[in-house]
């Protein structure tokens, strides 16, 4: 059911959808845990997936290894990744493709901490075969080369051990994890776990945004019910999609990520009530003021390593995990096009415009450059990304466009221990740099030290720059600071969803995705995110089955 380009026969633009629809499951948003939860679902029960952006199979090449970075930076209006600005002068990315955050990340593939899965209250046997499903399907084992081996080596000898080799578990010291790039460095995406649906019982409209999720209005002591949502296609037509009965069973499910499930449930009438009004928001369905808070985004800061050898292209493969809380990966040979990384910051300086933030790191760095040139970095880069973390943000209405970024605010290292734990990584970072086993790949004479004053020169963020005569690696963290893409929060555990991730104070509405998270799981998230859609899925599916048996004994019953 799928042709050679790879799309599959369920797969439509939205412009095709019928002005009314019904289904037992609608999913707000095909990404990461949207594909995984669809694709599992649709083997008991009817589902529609609503996808705002297109289908990554429709430029394979711009998902390849190679093009990493000039994706990324691509911030053209239906690009796949949406440009957002964070009130705290930190440019970041949202995904906007079938596929969601998998279609344009790094790739790295590593499972959850154990303790992430007792907090969450996860059966441990079934997440195991959650994970192996997602493995199945688009993980794969990094090819380890020059760099990555020569990175690891250093790792290792800065005292992050002991070696791990390659594992996808969480385990404290130096491993190789998973990667979702294939040996040729094609990517395979969350949208590949589609491979899994029922193509009789699901639909997926691509460039459908969704602008509402309808409730019937509350009577007396009944609580609110969702029972559908409002999209509109790429023509601008607006359409409705139903449950299919109003029973107990069917539900709609946010999977928009962690910016867009807490915007939606704002704008559809479940948020800060007084919030909400003063936007317009009418009628406002539920006052839970918990709704937007708790968003974090883990602080990374890289440290570029010119060298005097050629080197792979490769993203992260190698990860030291340490015992104080940083993780330190690394990548190789990237390459991106100058006129690109132009029109990426020009769309900085359109967001900011208006904004307290200083923007004159950016004209300079283009002062000495030709645009018309494509780099390909004969270099290194490895950054350390602080765990949790413990500074938390919140994130608020801007207007009531479902397409625009809200405001998001992530206060990086306002907690003194995310800080510390910079200071570590970055001091861990100067050890390998300075290695016996990473010489190789690092010019004699240049110092780790001075590797830093190159990033206080770069454009890596709209910050001010706080050069003291002595050098301290506290401010050096809070100036350089850059996002490595893995926040999360909003509608978190137990404020906004309960532990079967059902919104609290309304009925058939669930949010499954990384806006639920209280902290980043594991080195990087895309992996329990991924499982975490395969895991609800099926409890929902199990619920479904005993309550339909419950429903048929009954029947059995009266027509005796
Ligand atoms: C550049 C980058 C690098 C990263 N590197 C890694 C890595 O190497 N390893 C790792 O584990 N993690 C990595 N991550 C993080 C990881 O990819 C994300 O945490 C994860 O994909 C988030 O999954 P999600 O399901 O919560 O949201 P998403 O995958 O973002 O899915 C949300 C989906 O909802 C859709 N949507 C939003 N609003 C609407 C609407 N109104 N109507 C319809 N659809 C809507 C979006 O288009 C999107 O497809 C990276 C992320 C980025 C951006």
Redesign the pocket.
């Known amino acids: 059911y799928c042709d050679e380009a790879g799309n599959y026969s369920f797969m439509k633009n939205a412009t095709s959808a019928p002005t009314l629809s019904h289904f037992d499951y609608i999913i707000?948003?095909?990404?990461?845990?949207?594909c995984a939860l669809a694709a599992t679902l649709s083997r008991d029960a009817t589902v529609l997936v609503?996808?705002?952006?297109g289908s990554p199979y429709d430029n394979p090449a711009a998902t390849d290894i190679g093009n990493f970075a000039n994706t990324?930076l691509d911030v053209t209006p239906n690009s796949w990744s949406q440009l957002f600005v964070s009130e705290d002068g930190v440019y970041n990315?949202?995904?906007?493709?079938?596929g969601?955050?998998?279609v344009?990340?790094?790739?790295?593939?590593s499972r959850g901490e154990e303790d992430f899965m007792k907090e969450a209250g996860w059966d441990r046997e079934e997440v195991e075969a959650a994970y192996e499903w997602v493995e199945k399907k688009m993980v794969f084992e990094p090819p380890a080369k020059g760099w990555q081996s020569a990175f690891r080596d250093g790792l290792l000898e800065a005292g992050v051990s002991p070696n791990n080799g390659f594992t996808f578990g969480h385990i404290n010291g130096t491993k190789f994890g998973g990667t979702i790039f294939d040996r040729d460095g094609h990517r395979h995406t969350a949208a590949n776990l589609l491979e899994y649906a029922n193509p009789n019982t699901i639909v997926v409209y691509l460039h459908?945004?969704?602008h509402k999720i309808l409730f019937t209005t509350t009577k007396g002591n009944q609580r609110p019910k969702a029972y559908g949502v409002i999209f509109e296609d790429a023509s601008g037509v607006v359409h409705k999609a139903e449950l299919a009965t109003q029973d107990s069973m069917n539900e709609v499910i946010l999977?928009?990520?962690?910016i867009?499930s807490p915007q939606?449930l704002m704008l559809s009438g479940v948020g800060p009530a007084a919030h909400l009004k003063a936007y317009g928001v009418n009628p406002v369905i539920l006052d839970n003021p918990m709704v937007g808070q708790g968003m974090a985004d883990n602080p990374m800061n890289p440290v570029f390593i010119p060298s005097p050898e050629p080197v792979e292209v490769s993203l992260?493969q190698a990860v030291g995990i340490t015992k104080f809380g940083s993780y330190i990966e690394g990548g190789s040979g990237l390459s991106l096009s100058i006129s690109l990384t132009r029109s990426f910051l020009d769309g900085v300086l359109k967001l900011v415009k208006k904004t307290k933030f200083p923007t004159h790191l950016i004209s300079k760095f283009f002062e000495p450059l030709d645009l018309r040139l494509n780099v390909t970095a004969k270099a290194g880069v490895i950054i350390q990304k602080t765990d949790g973390p413990f500074s938390r943000g919140h994130l608020e209405l801007r207007n009531t466009d479902?397409n625009d970024n809200p405001s998001v605010t992530f206060n990086y290292y306002q907690d003194p221990e995310d800080l510390n734990k910079c200071v570590e990584g970055i001091s861990t970072i100067m050890k390998v740099i300075e290695s016996k086993g990473y010489s190789k790949y690092k010019y004699d004479g240049v110092s780790a030290r001075g590797l830093l004053d190159i990033i206080l020169a770069l454009p890596t963020n709209l910050r001010a720059r706080h050069i003291t005569s002595a050098f301290d690696l506290k401010q050096y963290c809070k100036d350089t600071v850059m996002t490595i893409?893995?926040y999360h929060g909003g509608c978190q555990l137990g404020k906004v969803v309960d532990n079967d991730y059902k919104v609290l104070g309304v009925d058939a509405l669930r949010v499954i995705?990384?806006?639920t998270f209280l902290k980043s799981p594991g080195t990087?998230?895309?992996?329990t995110?991924m499982m975490l859609g395969r895991y609800m899925g099926q409890k929902i599916l199990q619920k479904r089955t005993i309550i339909r048996g419950k429903e048929e004994e009954e029947t059995v019953k009266t027509e005796l």
Request: proline share 4%; aromatic share 6%.
């Open positions: 707000i948003g095909g990404g990461t845990a949207g609503l996808e705002r952006g990324l990315s949202r995904a906007r493709v079938l969601g955050g998998t344009i990340n790094a790739g790295f593939y459908a945004s969704v999977s928009a990520g962690a867009a939606l992260v479902p893409y893995h995705d990384g806006s990087n998230p895309q992996a995110t």
